[in-house]
């Protein structure tokens, strides 16, 4: 239960401070070190940390060592193991040294930028990443604080933050024009492999259920949501008498790394003045490569575009880049101006204060983050980075299709490839075979994938990019699923 403190309580010693961050350092770098040893999904059952933690805190302190020591011995068997180069699920949630760096500096020095002069800095070290970033993906100049056409770029915590804030300057755009009791008519358009982000927004900003527009997407398009069917739903929705408020594209969605037509899209969405918004989460990072830069073709036609560094950037969680054509529209919907806020420069228009650009007042450093990772590897190595990635896919892929047991499902764009086990027989239940392959591989602790559900067809999804993973790592595990098949297709025999 710990002991009585002999000494006054400084909870910022500088010395204490030292040492026990060298041991936290010290305890994270052995985790990284042993971290492929893991099973990589928890092993756990619901509520087994209750049987291990007491039920009440601590009366006195306790030394750092022995909560590290809880932390391996409790904590650490409850995770499941996302930095393992094993990791294969959802999506990439990269770690790097300069990440954690970047981390400690934003924890450490812990400003709370809401408004310019809270931290002058931490708003204008925001703006300069925000641009270096958009310059990085080839954004059009429409979207650059430096750009001299009125857009710039903030830091959000993630995907979904950056929707509600965009949707809500939308629905107050469109409400604005035509009365704020036609929220009723106000309809959003996205394709049936948008992420689920949208719909929880939309229902957080008043829009109707009812009113959420999921467009179907086929093979023969490449699961891309088409102009014809965003336009054939919209003109069906007008003809009804109801308003088009938000269109929502994708740039790698997370089920099988799909990509709509960004320009295609953009102009069905202008023609009918919806708010045109590019979710490039997963695969936005990949435009900093030559080679991927034309899946953002058309991008000037949006009216916003976000990115997430903290899947495939090398940041730690949490960051979300969005950038917005017309910032005016964000602060028209978001801002609040209480009279312990006001001050000299914001009253002139001379800064940008980011509380109006986002839902909370209250707002991390992330930028430090970023500008210490995009400083400490530079350019050349984080594209080397996305390509290796990108080669370790391209293999896996080319070893899933020389094995005539398995298919690959939605062919590759970036690091995700989707496949599945065939079935041998008419008749097979190929979901029931794929469920049992995928629990099989999941359970035995050597590897963790998710699934898809593609055209009603339960598919594997092997999701490359953690950092430490290599290709001896991707071989390993593509002969466990052979191994776990074979063990299911002798079953059936």
Avoid at 20 to 29: L, M, P, R, T
Avoid at 92 to 101: C, I, P
Avoid at 227 to 241: E, T
Avoid at 367 to 386: D, M, S, T
């Amino acid at each position: 239960m710990g002991s009585l403190p002999l000494n006054t309580f400084n909870p910022l010693d500088p010395a204490e401070f030292s040492d026990e961050s060298h041991a936290v350092i010290d305890f994270i770098a052995d985790y990284y070190r042993t971290v492929e040893n893991y099973p990589v999904r928890s092993q756990v059952k619901p509520g087994y940390l209750s049987k291990h933690l007491p039920n009440q805190a601590p009366l006195f302190s306790e030394p750092i060592d022995t909560i590290l020591e809880d932390i391996r011995h409790d904590i650490l068997p409850g995770l499941t193991h996302w930095q393992s180069p094993n990791f294969y699920a959802y999506f990439q949630a990269n770690a790097s040294t300069a990440g954690f760096l970047g981390e400690m500096l934003c924890s450490g020095l812990n400003v709370v930028g809401f408004n310019w002069i809270s931290s002058p800095a931490a708003t204008e070290l925001e703006n300069i990443v925000m641009d270096w970033m958009a310059k990085l993906l080839k954004l059009p100049p429409c979207f650059l604080f430096s750009g001299g056409q009125g857009g710039g770029g903030v830091l959000h915590g993630s995907t979904c933050e950056a929707v509600v804030c965009t949707l809500v300057a939308a629905r107050d755009r469109t409400l604005r024009k035509i009365g704020h009791d036609a929220i009723s008519k106000l309809v959003v358009y996205a394709s049936d492999q948008t992420h689920s982000t949208v719909q929880k927004a939309a229902r957080i900003v008043g829009i109707p259920p009812t009113n959420f527009r999921i467009i179907p997407t086929s093979a023969a398009s490449g699961y891309s949501l088409t102009a014809h069917s965003l336009r054939a739903a919209i003109k069906a929705d007008v003809a009804k008498g109801f308003v088009p408020v938000y269109v929502c594209a994708t740039v790698g969605t997370t089920a099988v790394g799909a990509v709509d037509p960004i320009r295609d899209l953009g102009k069905v969405s202008n023609e009918f003045g919806a708010w045109y918004h590019v979710d490039s989460a997963y695969a936005g990072s990949a435009t900093i490569c030559p080679e991927f830069k034309h899946y953002f073709d058309g991008v000037e036609l949006a009216d916003s575009i976000s990115m997430n560094p903290h899947k495939w950037f090398l940041t730690n969680m949490d960051c979300c880049c969005l950038w917005v054509k017309k910032p005016s529209e964000l602060v028209d919907s978001l801002s609040t101006n209480p009279e312990y806020l006001r001050n000299k420069a914001s009253e002139g228009n001379e800064v940008v204060d980011y509380k109006d650009w986002q839902i909370s007042l209250s707002r991390r450093f992330r930028a430090i983050k970023l500008w210490v990772i995009i400083r400490r590897y530079g350019v050349i190595n984080l594209v080397e980075h996305i390509r290796s990635d990108v080669a370790m896919a391209k293999q896996f892929e080319m070893m899933v299709s020389m094995d005539k047991r398995f298919e690959v499902v939605v062919p590759r764009k970036f690091s995700l490839v989707c496949f599945r086990l065939k079935p041998r027989f008419d008749g097979d239940d190929a979901s029931s075979i794929n469920q049992r392959l995928l629990e099989m591989v999941n359970s035995s602790g050597r590897a963790f994938m998710t699934h898809a559900k593609v055209d009603g067809m339960f598919v594997l999804r092997f999701a490359i990019g953690t950092t430490l993973t290599e290709m001896r790592h991707v071989e390993m595990t593509w002969k466990l699923i052979q191994a776990k098949a074979e063990d299911i297709l002798l079953e059936d025999v």
